[in-house]
């Protein structure tokens, strides 16, 4: 009929998760690109992250490799900004309390901080394959005591993620 709705278009999940995998694809990091996209309770996209050095750090000037842990010279760890945290701190609209994040993989125990302290109350994840470290083990926890839920995407069949 001429006068119904299209069928088969994609859910606010798919969107939102689509959008952070799209931002995932804008880190310089040579292996690994994570994407985070805050979302109100009404759907409208808030802030957009991903993974990568400072404003004013250049992509050229700092280490991309994992190094020794302990070594500034060498290892990409000192300075890079999560995705979440990068999301977070581009939102120049007020307050987050209530909103919901998008982000390609399970947050850090850090990022879990930011985003408690920011009033996020939602969490969709892509990816969790850290699970059972020493920081995804905090995060969890603190995200639990601090009543943030967090659930896995539930793809509907469709690839949303990006090959380039």
Not at 133 to 147: C, E, W
Request: hydrophobic letters at 35%; aromatic letters at 12%.
């Amino acid at each position: 009929m001429e006068n119904e709705k299209r069928t088969g278009y994609i859910s606010w999940d798919e969107y939102f998760m689509g959008v952070s995998f799209l931002a995932a694809q804008r880190s310089k990091d040579p292996n690994t690109q994570v994407g985070a996209c805050i979302v109100s309770s009404e759907n409208k996209i808030l802030s957009i992250g991903y993974n990568g050095f400072p404003q004013g750090c250049s992509d050229d000037d700092f280490p991309w490799s994992r190094g020794v842990s302990d070594d500034p010279d060498t290892s990409k760890y000192f300075y890079t900004t999560h995705s979440e945290l990068n999301a977070i701190l581009n939102y120049r609209g007020g307050s987050l309390e209530g909103a919901k994040i998008y982000v390609t993989l399970f947050p850090c125990n850090e990022c879990a901080k930011a985003i408690i302290q920011a009033g996020i109350k939602k969490i969709i994840y892509a990816d969790d394959k850290y699970d059972g470290t020493p920081s995804v083990v905090a995060s969890k926890r603190m995200l639990k005591s601090a009543g943030v839920e967090f659930a896995r995407y539930a793809a509907s069949g469709r690839d949303i993620t990006l090959h380039v």
